[in-house]
């Protein structure tokens, strides 16, 4: 037991259902929700153009569980999506709200699909709730096994540049839950250095890294709260704006210390 999260096991489990309890409290972050599927869909968009056919697997359906998610985006691109997550709860939900798209309650660390069975993976902070290095180099294993020849992984992941999110391994997560900072578990980061090299070793040619999220979270998301629960549609659309103001950030020479989630796209070779 580790940061009060099993590595593996049943607990582990456990904590992700309770996490991915989604009707419980989801309304409160819509606007934050609004925000991040808005950043992650410019990043599908940029990464996944053109319409492919064959499969497409999305490693997490927290974003579609909690929000307008992002099948809509890989639907318009691929004949299929199908959705994973680890949490039942959520892929419940999940289920309800894309309209019937297949989904799977399983471990990306051990699919449950046969080899080259899909075109694409978008893997959208999946892997960066895991403990350790070699959780995430086991999943990048699984996500090559299940990829086509030539097909391609889109992914973000915490950013391990950042020097806030390098700040936040200093406190247990139990301190930084209690103060709101972190809403749940996250595990080992990695720098865009430190992942290219993982993904490479794994199999993958990497053909872009970069970096997503550039506003201030800690800021940001509390504010999103205050604008939705007292401010008009008008306001909260206005502060949207705003926050998608910092992306340009993504084109500086210091994008890898502002950008919370760093991205990547690679080819399975």
Not at 70 to 76: I, P, Y
Not at 145 to 155: A, D, F, K
Request: charged share 20%.
């Amino acid at each position: 037991m580790t940061n009060g999260i099993d590595a593996t096991g049943p607990a582990e489990i456990r904590y992700w259902e309770q996490v991915g309890d989604c009707e419980r409290g989801a309304r409160l972050d819509l606007l934050w929700r609004a925000h991040s599927d808005a950043v992650n869909t410019a990043f599908l968009q940029a990464s996944l153009p053109g319409v492919r056919d064959g499969r497409v697997l999305k490693t997490d359906l927290f974003d579609e569980a909690m929000g307008e998610g992002l099948f809509g985006t890989l639907a318009e691109r691929f004949t299929s999506v199908v959705g994973m997550d680890l949490s039942l709860s959520t892929a419940r939900v999940a289920t309800r709200r894309t309209l019937g798209n297949p989904v799977a309650s399983s471990d990306v660390r051990a699919l449950p699909f046969t080899s080259e069975a899909f075109e694409a993976v978008a893997s959208i902070s999946t892997l960066d709730h895991f403990e350790t290095f070699g959780e995430i180099a086991a999943s990048l294993r699984e996500l090559h096994r299940v990829l086509r020849q030539g097909g391609q992984l889109v992914l973000t992941l915490d950013n391990g540049a950042n020097p806030i999110i390098a700040m936040r391994k200093l406190l247990p997560f139990a301190v930084l839950h209690a103060l709101g900072l972190v809403p749940y578990f996250v595990g080992a980061n990695c720098g865009p250095w430190r992942l290219r090299r993982i993904l490479e070793q794994c199999g993958f040619e990497v053909v872009t890294v970069g970096a997503t999220l550039h506003c201030p979270r800690v800021l940001a998301i509390p504010l999103c709260r205050i604008l939705q629960r007292y401010a008009g549609d008008a306001q909260g659309a206005r502060f949207l704006r705003i926050l998608l103001w910092f992306e340009k950030l993504a084109r500086g020479p210091f994008r890898f210390f502002t950008g919370h989630f760093v991205t990547v796209k690679a080819i399975k070779v």
